[in-house]
């Protein structure tokens, strides 16, 4: 029994020291779980990085192909618009040369051509 009432007259430092032991116990669990948090958290932004990185190659891949193709198309481009002033420069060199010739009608069959243009007649002779 004495043990009883030593406890009850220190009843107000035993509460306190139980608050004390109490409050640290959950000091170091928020502590821990600080820890547990900040190793999650670089987990996680590792991992973020390498999908960054991931996505940075991929985009930089996406964008070397649209270059490539880019530039393919400007060539295509390019030799379609040669081929068409080659083409151009044909034609015109065609019809710059004479077709007809000057001796496919003779004197005879000249001045009767004369003669329907001079009479103003349309019928042939």
């Not at 000057?102 to 000249?110: A, E, F, S, T, Y």
């Amino acid at each position: 029994m004495p043990i009883f009432i030593v406890l009850w007259k220190f009843k107000k430092w035993i509460a306190i020291a139980v608050f004390i032991f109490l409050y640290l116990v959950q000091i170091a669990y928020t502590n821990h779980l600080s820890g547990k948090l900040k190793k999650a958290e670089a987990s996680c932004e590792e991992k973020i990085q390498k999908i960054e990185q991931a996505n940075l190659k991929a985009l930089t891949e996406k964008q070397n192909q649209i270059n490539k193709v880019s530039a393919d198309y400007e060539k295509a481009k390019s030799e379609q618009r040669v081929q068409v002033e080659t083409i151009t420069r044909e034609v015109q060199k065609i019809i710059e040369r004479p077709i007809y010739s000057n001796v496919c009608i003779d004197d005879d069959g000249l001045q009767q051509i004369n003669s329907l243009v001079n009479s103003g007649s349309s019928q042939p002779p």
